[in-house]
T-cell receptor
Framework: AQSVTQLDSQVPVFEEAPVELRCNYSSSVSVYLFWYVQYPNQGLQLLLKYLSGSTLVESINGFEAEFNKSQTSFHLRKPSVHISDTAEYFCAVRGSGNTPLVFGKGTRLSVIA | DAGVIQSPRHEVTEMGQEVTLRCKPISGHNSLFWYRQTMMRGLELLIYFNNNVPIDDSGMPEDRFSAKMPNASFSTLKIQPSEPRDSAVYFC??????????FGEGSWLTVV
């Protein structure tokens, strides 16, 4: 079985500052890793994912995450945040096959002007 | 594509009433998932279907909850009778084998 830990429930950060949202997972099998974003009163949208290949993956809006197998981590980073990045961010993991995603409890990112 | 479509978007109901939430997955997707989101527990998987067949319903909280998928383009999640602690956002999501899971906008349920 897989599980995901997001250590920070809330992260306030000033606009244009860098941010890192932490995610650690546990799994006894190979995993696929995801970050989803949820804007207020909306559903979840895929931000980026790691399936295989390069351990560094990027999104179209400047976020990146690095899969670190030895540390079982998949932290999300952005070098300079915008007000519009204010949202809840969920890390998720699934094993191979047609299995569901297991989510962390989420990290609420608040960008302050 | 229209994406995953859920209805109703918002529902307020009285304790004891039956609630039915509906979901239309993305055409061609063969897996469908029901998740519940609350402040206390975050996102919990309730049940999921592969090719219209329920695979794992261990997340369904109790017998008051039931889910069906009569065909590839429709699923329901029913709560009968509803209780205040069922108040949450219920998300439906779908996927084609091995690919990205896409979420609907959610059904916001309040039981008073």
């Amino acid at each position: 079985a897989q599980s995901v830990t997001q250590l920070d429930s809330q992260v306030p950060v000033f606009e244009e500052a860098p941010v890192e949202l932490r995610c650690n997972y546990s799994s006894s099998v190979s995993v696929y890793l995801f970050w989803y974003v949820q804007y207020p009163n909306q559903g979840l949208q895929l931000l980026l994912k790691y399936l295989s290949g390069s351990t560094l993956v990027e999104s179209i809006n400047g976020f990146e995450a690095e899969f670190n197998k030895s540390q079982t981590s998949f932290h999300l980073r952005k070098p300079s945040v915008h007000i519009s990045d204010t949202a809840e961010y969920f890390c998720a993991v699934r094993g191979s096959g047609n299995t569901p995603l297991v989510f962390g409890k989420g990290t609420r990112l608040s960008v302050i002007a | 594509d229209a994406g995953v479509i859920q209805s109703p978007r918002h529902e307020v109901t009285e304790m004891g009433q039956e609630v039915t939430l509906r979901c239309k997955p993305i055409s061609g997707h063969n897996s469908l998932f029901w998740y519940r989101q609350t402040m206390m527990r975050g996102l919990e998987l309730l049940i999921y279907f592969n090719n219209n067949v329920p695979i794992d319903d261990s997340g369904m909280p109790e017998d008051r909850f039931s889910a069906k998928m009569p065909n590839a383009s429709f699923s329901t999640l029913k709560i009968q009778p509803s209780e205040p602690r069922d108040s949450a956002v219920y998300f439906c999501a779908s996927r084609f084998t091995g690919n990205t899971i896409y979420f609907g906008e959610g059904s916001w349920l309040t039981v008073v």
